[in-house]
C-alpha cells in the first residue's frame, strides 16, 4: 500500500515536473511566433499568438490546481516540498511572459496598420537572447542544474544593456524624423517587453537556484564587482 | 544428506562396541586425530564410547558437507554475476549431492548465459532496424523514462548524448509531444521542432504496461515544397494574367469603336503589343527553363576571359544604369578565365546585374569583383540598395517569386530570372547564393570553375 501511494506521488511529481517545463516551452515558442508576427508584418500570426495566451493561462491555473493538490494530499518534505512550492512561483512568471509575449503581437498587429520605418532596427538580437536565456532556465529546471541558472541570472545584464542602447537608437531616429514617433513608439514598447520577458527569465533562474540548493538568493546583490557594473 | 552420514558412523561404532567387546573410548578432534583414548570392559562404557565416537564423526561429517555448500556458494555468486562461468566439476567430490546441485546450478547458468546473449541480440537488431529508419523512434516506459530513442529521433531532436534510462523531460520540451504520451487514444500532432525541423508525431502503441511509442516524421521538405508549388501555382497565374487582362480589355475597347479614335487607338495599341511582350518573355523564360529542367539546353563550354564578359554584359546595362545615376564599379584581372558558356554567361551577368542597378537606390553604388578561389573563379555582385529580408533570401531562386511583389513587377522582370541563373550556372558545375551586405543592400555571388593556363592563351571566338 504504502509503496503503492510512493508511486502515485512521484507520478504526480513527474506530472508538475513536465507541465512546468513544456509550459516554460509554450511561452518560449510564443515570443520566438511574436517576434516573427513583427518581423513578417503577418497579421494572422499576431492574432494566433493573442488567441494562444489563453493556452498558457489555463496551464497556469491546472499547474496551480495540481500543485496544490499535491500539497493537501502527500504533504511532501525537503526538496519536494521546495520544487512544489517553487512550481507555485515558477508558473507565474512563465504566465506573465506568456502574456509579454501577446503583448509583443498587439504591438505587431498596431505596427501593421502603418507603413514600414525605412531603416530597420533590429530587435530581434534582444528577442534572442531573451529566448536563448529562457531555454537555458528550462534546461537548468529539468536538469536541476543551479550552475545552469546561476549563468542565466550572470546573462541578464547583457539583456539589460542591449535594451538600452536599442532604445537609445529608437529614441535617436524619433529626434531625426519626428513623423516617425507613431511608429517607433510601439517598438520601443516590443524592447520593454523583451526586457521584462529578461528579468521574469532571471526570475525563473532564482527559482530553479532555490529549488536545487534550498538557497533563496533573491534580491542579493552579487559580490561580484563586474556583475554590479 | 547429513542424517546419512551421521547414522553410518553410528552404526559404525555400535558394531565395534558390541563385537569386541571391550570397548576403546577415543576422543577425537574434527579431522579425527586421536587426543586421547582408553579402555574399558564395562558394558555402559561400551556405550558412552559408541556415543562420542558417533558424535565426533557426526560433527566432522556436518562440517565437511557445510565446507562444500560454502565453496558451492561461492563459486554460485561467481556464475550469479558472469552467467558466462560455470562450476568446476572438482568441486565436492565426495558429496554426491553437492555435485548434483552444482551441476544444476551449472544448467540454469547456461540456460540464463543463452538468454542473456538472445536479449543482447534482440537489443543490438533492434537499434540497427531502429536507427536504419528515416523516421524518429522514442519508446518510453511507465515514468515517461527514454527506453529507446533512434537516429532519426536524436536528429530531429537535437540529442547529442545517449539518454537510454533519463527522463525524456530533459531533452524535449515540446507540450505537443508530451500530451500525446498522456493521451489515451493513439493520435497524431504536427509540431516545429527546436532543431528547426517540422515533424508529424504518432503516438503509435502502449506497451508493457504505461510505456510509450512515438513515431515522429521528419515533413520539413515535403511541406516547402507544397509551399513552393502553391507559391508557383498561385504566382504563375497571377503573372499571365495580367497582361492577358490588359490585352483582352484593349481589344474590346478597340473593337467596341476605339479603333477610330486617334486620341485613344495608339494607346491601346502600344499597351497590346507591351503585354504581348511581356507573355512571349515569360513564355521564352519559361521554356528555357524547362529545357534546363528537362538537360536539352545545349550549353557549348569554353574558356571565357571574365573581364570581356564583363564588359559585353555591362553595354547592355549602361543605359539603364546611367538613368538611374547608379554607378558600377568593377573590379577583375586580365588573367581570370573561367569555363563557361559564353552566351549563358552573358545572360547570367545580365541577369544579375540589371536586378542590382534595378533595386539599388537612386543614384546608387554597383560593385562587380572577381577573384580566384582554389579551382574556382568566385563573382561578387555587391548593391546598398535595401536588401533582401531574412525570410526571402533562401527562396529568391524559386520561380516567380518576389520579395516585394508592388516593386518587381513595376520593375518589368518576369519573375523567373534568377531561376533561370541558378539553373544555368548549375548547368556549367557552379554554384550561385546570396547573402546580406553590410551595413546595407546584398550581394549575389557565383562560382564557375576556372579555366586553366594564362587568358592569352584562349581560343578567339
Request: negative net charge; proline residues 4%; glycine residues 4%.
Given at each position: ?23 516554460g ?39 496551480d ?42 504591438r505587431?498587429?498596431e ?9 530597420r ?5 534582444l ?7 529562457l ?8 536538469q536541476?542544474?543551479a550552475d ?33 514617433v507613431?511608429?517607433?513608439l ?5 524592447c ?19 529549488m ?14 563586474s556583475?554590479?557594473? | ?41 564395562a ?21 565437511s ?10 563459486v ?33 547458468a ?16 533492434l ?28 536528429g ?40 528547426g ?5 504518432r ?43 490588359v ?13 477610330d ?7 491601346l495599341?502600344?499597351?497590346?503589343h ?21 538537360g ?5 563550354v ?15 546595362i549602361e ?28 545572360q547570367?551577368?545580365?541577369?544579375l ?8 537606390r ?5 560593385w ?19 536588401g ?35 539553373h ?7 554554384e ?19 579555366a ?10
Amino acid at each position: 500500500m504504502a509503496s503503492h501511494t510512493s508511486k502515485e506521488f512521484s507520478l504526480e511529481l513527474r506530472t508538475l515536473r513536465e507541465r512546468l517545463a513544456t509550459m516554460g516551452d509554450k511561452a518560449s515558442q510564443q515570443v520566438a511566433r511574436a517576434m516573427k508576427a513583427l518581423d513578417d508584418r503577418d497579421d494572422d500570426l499576431a492574432r494566433q499568438v493573442i488567441k494562444l495566451d489563453a493556452e498558457i493561462d489555463r496551464d497556469e491555473n491546472d499547474v496551480d490546481e495540481l500543485a496544490l493538490q499535491i500539497l493537501a494530499t502527500r504533504q511532501p518534505v525537503a526538496s519536494d516540498l521546495r520544487f512544489i512550492t517553487m512550481s507555485l512561483k515558477f508558473v507565474v512568471d512563465v504566465e506573465r511572459i506568456g502574456d509579454l509575449a501577446a503583448g509583443i503581437a498587439k504591438r505587431a498587429l498596431e505596427l501593421n496598420r502603418l507603413p514600414p520605418l525605412d531603416v530597420r532596427i533590429d530587435l530581434n538580437q534582444l528577442a534572442q537572447l531573451a529566448q536563448k536565456n529562457l531555454q537555458a532556465v528550462l534546461d537548468a529546471f529539468v536538469q536541476r542544474d543551479a550552475d545552469k541558472a546561476n549563468e542565466v541570472i550572470t546573462a541578464d545584464a547583457a539583456i539589460d544593456k542591449l535594451n538600452a542602447s536599442l532604445f537609445a537608437e529608437l529614441l535617436a531616429y524619433v529626434a531625426t524624423d519626428a513623423a516617425t514617433v507613431t511608429r517607433v513608439l510601439p517598438l520601443t514598447s516590443v524592447c520593454r517587453c523583451l526586457e521584462r520577458i529578461g528579468d521574469h527569465v532571471k526570475n525563473l533562474a532564482e527559482e530553479v537556484v532555490y529549488m536545487v540548493r534550498a538557497t533563496d538568493i533573491k534580491h542579493k546583490k552579487s559580490r561580484n564587482p563586474s556583475a554590479d557594473s | 544428506m547429513i542424517r546419512r552420514a551421521r547414522t553410518r558412523v553410528l552404526v559404525l561404532a555400535l558394531a565395534l562396541a558390541l563385537t569386541a567387546g571391550i570397548v576403546t573410548a577415543l576422543l577425537v578432534d574434527d579431522e579425527l586425530h586421536v587426543l586421547h583414548s582408553y579402555a574399558s570392559a564395562a558394558p555402559y562404557a561400551a556405550a558412552i564410547a559408541a556415543g562420542v565416537i558417533a558424535l565426533a564423526a557426526g560433527g566432522l561429517a556436518i562440517s565437511s558437507v557445510r565446507r562444500s555448500l560454502r565453496e558451492l556458494e561461492q563459486v554460485t555468486r561467481d556464475v550469479a554475476r558472469d552467467t558466462t562461468r560455470r562450476i568446476p566439476p572438482l568441486i565436492a567430490p565426495r558429496d554426491d549431492e553437492v555435485r548434483q546441485l552444482a551441476e544444476w546450478v551449472n544448467f540454469l547458468a547456461e540456460d540464463a548465459n543463452r538468454s542473456h546473449q538472445a536479449l543482447a541480440r534482440e537489443r543490438v537488431l533492434l537499434s540497427a532496424v531502429a536507427d536504419g529508419i528515416n523516421q524518429g523512434v522514442i519508446a518510453v516506459d511507465s515514468d515517461h523514462k527514454i527506453e529507446l530513442l533512434n537516429d532519426a529521433a536524436r536528429g530531429m531532436l537535437g540529442v547529442s548524448s545517449s539518454p537510454l534510462g533519463e527522463p525524456l523531460i530533459e531533452f524535449v520540451r515540446v507540450p505537443q509531444l508530451f500530451e500525446l504520451l498522456e493521451a489515451d487514444e493513439a493520435a497524431t500532432t504536427e509540431v516545429q521542432l527546436a532543431s528547426g525541423v517540422r515533424a508529424v508525431i504518432r503516438s503509435a502503441q502502449k506497451w508493457g504496461g504505461e510505456g510509450r511509442v512515438l513515431l515522429l516524421e521528419d515533413v520539413t521538405t515535403m511541406r516547402r515544397l507544397e509551399t513552393v508549388r502553391r507559391d508557383f501555382v498561385a504566382n504563375v497565374s497571377h503573372e499571365l494574367r495580367t497582361p492577358v487582362a490588359v490585352i483582352r480589355a484593349n481589344a474590346e475597347t478597340l473593337l467596341s469603336g476605339a479603333k477610330d479614335d486617334p486620341a485613344i487607338a495608339p494607346r491601346l495599341i502600344e499597351g497590346l503589343h507591351r503585354n504581348a511582350e511581356r507573355l512571349a518573355r515569360i513564355l521564352a523564360d519559361l521554356l528555357d527553363l524547362s529545357r534546363l529542367d528537362a538537360g536539352q539546353y545545349r550549353l557549348d563550354v569554353g574558356r571565357v576571359p571574365l573581364r570581356a564578359a564583363f564588359e559585353q554584359a555591362l553595354t547592355a546595362i549602361e543605359t539603364q544604369a546611367a538613368a538611374r545615376g547608379v554607378i558600377i564599379e568593377v573590379t577583375v584581372t586580365d588573367d581570370l578565365v573561367v569555363k563557361a558558356d559564353p552566351k549563358a554567361l552573358d545572360q547570367i551577368l545580365v541577369n544579375l546585374i540589371d536586378n542590382a542597378v534595378k533595386y539599388t537606390r537612386q543614384d546608387g553604388h554597383v560593385w562587380i569583383e572577381a577573384k580566384p578561389a582554389g579551382a574556382k573563379v568566385r563573382v561578387e555582385i555587391r548593391d546598398d540598395g535595401p536588401g533582401i529580408a531574412d525570410r526571402h533570401r533562401e527562396r529568391v531562386f524559386e520561380r516567380f517569386y518576389r520579395a516585394d511583389p508592388s516593386r518587381s513587377r513595376d520593375a518589368g522582370g518576369t519573375g523567373l530570372g534568377l531561376s533561370i541563373v541558378k539553373h544555368l550556372v548549375e548547368s556549367m558545375n557552379g554554384e550561385v547564393g546570396v547573402r546580406p551586405n553590410r551595413p546595407r543592400g546584398s550581394i549575389f555571388w557565383l562560382q564557375l570553375p576556372a579555366a586553366p593556363g594564362p587568358a592569352a592563351e584562349s581560343e578567339p571566338s
